[in-house]
């Protein structure tokens, strides 16, 4: 079965650690993102890859870090400078068309 | 004035209505335009895409865009309960990785 796979779903941190993010995806897609949803908010754009080794800020990505050593693999860190962590994080990844991305289930992070 | 305005909701019909979910936009150099579907803790699905202005018609869902007045639309008839979801318009500009989203419009549809 092809899709992107996050992990874990469920993720709870105490205050000034850090913590990172899994999103592994089997299909072949060369550009991956992250994305923040908060309630009632739409997506925004933490950072983006469009090829291995290579990453791009978003509009929000102060607080975080990623890496991309692998194409099928966008590792994202939360920070503890991150001043309001708590939130639903998705992974998407798309091929050539990159209106066309696809999602992952999500980990929701709660910052206890 | 945000990139891309969508109304909240929620929004609640009964079974078989026709529903109506609509994003407006500001930024004229959007050339894409796409609707997600996303369940409650889920991660959002892509529905449909339209390119440019014009309709696109999938079974029971269809996208509207009207470039003129950059207004955006998604029709469900006959709306099922399955149907209740957060449903999510986004843009892209023509050369762009990036996509806008609005902020979703909470359907409900009751039986």
């Known amino acids: 079965d092809g899709g992107i796979t996050q992990s874990p779903k469920y993720l709870f941190r105490k205050e000034g650690q850090n913590v990172t993010l899994s999103c592994e995806q089997n299909?072949?897609?060369?550009?991956m993102y992250w994305y923040r949803q908060d309630p009632g908010q739409g997506l925004r754009l933490i950072y983006y890859?469009?090829?291995?080794?290579?990453?791009q800020k978003g509009d929000i990505a102060e607080g975080y870090s990623v890496s991309r050593e692998k194409k099928e693999s966008f590792p994202l860190t939360v920070t503890s400078a991150q001043k309001n962590p708590t939130a639903f994080y998705l992974c998407?990844?798309?091929?050539?068309?990159?209106?066309?991305?696809?999602f992952g289930p999500g980990t929701r992070l709660t910052v206890l | 004035q945000k990139e891309v305005e969508q109304d909240p909701g929620p929004l609640s019909v009964p079974e078989g209505a026709i529903v109506s979910l609509n994003c407006t936009y500001s930024?004229?150099?959007?050339?894409?335009f796409m609707w997600y579907r996303q369940y409650s803790r889920k991660g959002p699905e892509l529905l449909m895409y339209t390119y440019s202005s014009g309709n696109k018609e999938d079974g029971r869902f269809t996208a509207q865009v009207d470039k003129s007045s950059k207004y955006i639309s998604l029709f469900i008839r006959d709306s099922q309960p399955s149907d209740s979801a957060t449903y999510l318009c986004?843009?892209?500009?023509?050369?762009?990785?990036?996509?806008?989203f609005g902020k979703g419009t909470k359907l409900t549809v009751n039986p």
């Open positions: 998407a990844s798309s091929g050539q068309f990159y209106n066309e991305q696809f």
């Open positions: 986004a843009m892209m500009r023509s050369g762009s990785e990036k996509l806008v």
């Open positions: 299909l072949n897609h060369d550009a």
């Open positions: 930024n004229s150099a959007f050339q894409y």
């Open positions: 890859s469009q090829i291995v080794n290579d990453f």
